[in-house]
Structure formats: structure tokens, C-alpha cells
């Protein structure tokens, strides 16, 4: 059985996709990241601008189909997504990894890393990173989530887990990148910095999209895509939800989530 890291959750796209999905579909407040972090960023459009841990480069894609002309460039540790990105017109896609970047010093105008920092065991040298990449005058965007983000659904998968046996990875999420900490740090890296927060929650009126994000939290609880327990795990989860709402006719289900856009500027 393969062991869950963050390889096996990004050599495959659609539990990411999924997530995203149900982000779009099952907030309670409208929830567009990709929009918030370009009202944040305010582009001209001529900027070359690095995406770090770009997943499948839906943001650089929406960068170049609203007529950004300055050079896209999408890193990311997995091949998976740096193929993606790839197929993406108009992006240059780089296998890299964050705390090591494979660009040169000052290339970029932007550098951009989206709900990936939490992923990177020492944030602060992927922050330095960040800098280093980017032109003295640029503009770092950086997203993370606020701390018991999904925290309902993620305790129902991971009980559940844990009752076969299965805990959740070491080292797959650093539980101190959060809303909380990250103004610390990018003022530590930064020496300024402006933060935005959105406060929002999923809710779900039906069973189907709640047990689709549930599975997409698999990996995260210790869940392997190859578990020999995953079927039965995906069969009791799914009981417990429909059970939930035929006992809860006239409820959502209703789980908290934000997450903070932190920009800075490179001086000097
Ligand atoms: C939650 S996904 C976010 C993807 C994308 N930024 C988005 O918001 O849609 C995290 C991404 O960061 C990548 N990643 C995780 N750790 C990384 C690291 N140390 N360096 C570069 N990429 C990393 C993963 O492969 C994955 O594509």
C-alpha cells in the first residue's frame, strides 16, 4: 500500500479539483479566490508573474484568457501539476520546489503562492525564496487558510479513519501556516505587509457534494488512493452523511472555513 504524502495527493488532479469545486459551489458567501487575489494584487497585465505550487494553473490561465501579456511561469513540486500547467497556452511550467526556486534572481515582477504554504515545512525559507525571485519594486501575494478550516468534515473522515487504524500523515500540512501567523512572517521576510481575510463557511444541503468533498480529504486523514480499507471507509462515511440529513430534514450542514490574502512589497 503506498504511504499518503503530498506526492500521492498531487500526482493525482481531481482531489484537488474537487476541493476547488466544492469551493465554488457549496459556500455560503461567494468564494473566488483567483478574483480576490487579483483585486489584492491590482496587475497592470504586463507584469511576469510566478505562480508557486500552481496546481493545475487555473489562475495563470485566467491570467492569459483576460489578456495578460507579460511572461506566466507556474511552479510546482508535483509532475502532475507542472504537466497540467504545461497544457496551459502561454505558461512556462517548472518542476521546483518552493524553498529552492528555479529561477533567477529578481526575474519576476509578482510572485504569487496560493493555498500551498502550508504545505512547506520552513515557510520562512520558501518566503525568503519568494523574495529573492523578485524584482526590488514587486509585489508577493500570498494565501493560506485560517486554522480549523473544514475542520467538521475533515474530524468526520479522519474518525472514521482511525477506526481502521489510519492517522493522518506527518508532514503532509504545517498546522503553523495559518491566518494567524502569516502577517508575522512576511513582515519578518518582507519588512511589510497588508492582509485581507474572508470569512466564509461550506454548507451543503444535500448529501452527494458533501460526501464528494469528504473523499477528497482522504489522503489528508491517512487514507491511501490504494487502502484496501477505502471502499469500506468511502460505504461508512456515506452512511453517516445520509444519515445525518434524513435526520436533519430542515439543516445544512455547516462547516467554517477563511482564508487571508497577505501582500508585500520588495524594497530596496
Ligand atoms: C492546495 S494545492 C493549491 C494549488 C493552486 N495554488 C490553487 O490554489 O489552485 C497546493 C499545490 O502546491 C504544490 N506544492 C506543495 N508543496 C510544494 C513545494 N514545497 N514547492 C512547490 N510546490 C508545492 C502541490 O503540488 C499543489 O499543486
Known sequence: MTTPSLDTEYADLTPLQVRIATHQHHSEYPDDPVAEVLAALGLTGTEDLADIGCGDARFLAHLR?????????????SLTMVAAAAAVAGVTALHGEARNLPLRDGEVDVCTARHMLYHVADPLVALSEFRRITRPGGTIAVTVNHARTCHRTHQLVAAH?????????????NHTVTSDTLPDMMQDIFGNTTIETHDNALVFDRPGPLI???????????????SPHRVQILADITSEIE??????????????????????????
Not at 479513519?161 to 500540512?173: E, H
Not at 469528504?214 to 489528508?220: D, I, M, P, S
Not at 430534514?249 to 501582500?263: C, E, F, N
Open 65 to 77: 484568457e483576460t489578456g495578460h501579456t507579460g511572461r506566466l511561469v507556474g511552479v510546482d513540486a
Open 212 to 226: 464528494a468533498f469528504a473523499e477528497a480529504l482522504f489522503t489528508f486523514c491517512g487514507i491511501a488512493p490504494d
Open 161 to 173: 479513519a482511525s477506526s481502521y487504524g489510519l492517522t493522518p500523515p506527518d508532514g503532509m500540512i
Open 243 to 268: 444519515q445525518w440529513f434524513m435526520t436533519h430534514p430542515d439543516q445544512l450542514w455547516r462547516d467554517s472555513k477563511g482564508y487571508s490574502i497577505a501582500t508585500a512589497t520588495i524594497t530596496g
